[in-house]
T-cell receptor, first 116, second 109 residues
Framework: GAVVSQHPSWVICKSGTSVKIECRSLDFQATTMFWYRQFPKQSLMLMATSNEGSKATYEQGVEKDKFLINHASLTLSTLTVTSAHPEDSSFYIC????????????FGPGTRLLVL | GQNIDQPTEMTATEGAIVQINCTYQ??????LFWYQQHAGEAPTFLSYNVLDGLEEKGRFSSFLSRSKGYSYLLLKELQMKDSASYLCAVKDSNYQLIWGAGTKLIIKP
């Protein structure tokens, strides 16, 4: 149990385009989903936390207008990188938990974004 | 401030045992997690400790001492596939997960 999927796994796009990444919890209801970014050989960096049906909470320094998060259902959250630039190239990983405060976060396989 | 400390890198031999330490200073404590992350992949959950003591799960065990702000992950009978980064994370009083930078474990034949 506790499987989280992400789509797509790889994205290559031109500078200025927008990219949408989907995160789904396949076998449990994810009240809370998290979006992380990880640059090569660096640690995970939390970007935002989203609760189903409410606005996402962004970490300091993360532009909410650039990284749009929608958590419309208990099994789906999306991250849209708007007007992507080469510096946005990174490994984007979502995780999900069932929402109880002590619950474990289970991670999706990640999405590699390369902006040319 | 909140802080999670773990060694940057460790090396061990195939078949041996290795212990990866993690010390933490957080505002409150609501559990400690260990994750494994292979290069280029997302983290996978290994263990969760909220009470003091040792939790054993196959070749992996995790220990917690809340009074000392200390945990370790013990890996036995090391295999080459155990080469990965091991991430320690603590949930603080707000149930926010605070991440360590990870320990890169290199297994040599």
């Amino acid at each position: 149990g506790a499987v989280v999927s992400q789509h797509p796994s790889w994205v290559i796009c031109k500078s200025g385009t927008s990219v949408k990444i989907e995160c789904r919890s396949l076998d449990f209801q994810a009240t809370t989903m998290f979006w992380y970014r990880q640059f090569p050989k660096q640690s995970l960096m939390l970007m935002a936390t989203s609760n189903e049906g409410s606005k996402a909470t962004y970490e300091q320094g993360v532009e909410k207008d650039k990284f749009l998060i929608n958590h419309a259902s208990l099994t789906l959250s999306t991250l849209t990188v708007t007007s992507a630039h080469p510096e946005d190239s990174s490994f984007y990983i979502c995780s999900a938990s069932s929402g109880r405060a002590s619950e474990t976060q289970y991670f999706g396989p990640g999405t590699r974004l390369l902006v040319l | 401030g909140q802080n999670i400390d773990q060694p940057t890198e460790m090396t061990a031999t195939e078949g041996a045992i290795v212990q990866i330490n993690c010390t933490y200073q957080t505002s409150g404590f609501n559990g400690l997690f260990w994750y494994q992350q292979h290069a280029g992949e997302a983290p996978t959950f290994l263990s969760y400790n909220v009470l003091d003591g040792l939790e054993e799960k196959g070749r992996f065990s995790s220990f917690l001492s809340r009074s000392k702000g200390y945990s370790y992950l013990l890996l036995k009978e090391l295999q080459m596939k155990d080469s990965a980064s091991y991430l320690c994370a603590v949930k603080d009083s707000n149930y926010q997960l605070i991440w360590g930078a990870g320990t890169k474990l290199i297994i040599k034949p």
